[in-house]
């Protein structure tokens, strides 16, 4: 696996932020995924079974935490619009 190395335009990411992305839009963004993100792991933990299903809650926890986080920061950048 090739090391990314800084200012190298032969970049193998396959997924770039564009650059007139507004910190809202990116937030938003950001909460869709997550959500996403939540489901998934919930379905997948109340699927599972033993130490799999913990580890699963686990994630959906760390995943519901940066969900917090992200709609905290919304909700700071555009209160008015959180509210809806």
């Known amino acids: 696996m090739k090391t990314p190395t800084p200012g190298n335009d032969h970049s193998t990411n396959a ?4 650059t007139e992305l507004s910190t809202e839009d990116a937030l938003v963004n950001a909460s869709e995924i997550l959500a996403s993100a939540s489901v998934m792991a919930n379905e997948q933990a109340f699927g599972s079974t033993g130490s799999r299903r913990f580890q699963i ?3 959906a926890q760390l995943i519901e935490n940066a969900q917090l986080l992200v709609d905290d920061a919304l909700e700071k950048l555009s209160p008015i619009a959180a509210d809806h």
């Not at 997924?15 to 564009?18: D, E, G, L, N, P």
């Open 15 to 18: 997924f770039k932020v564009r």
């Open 57 to 59: 809650f686990g994630l």
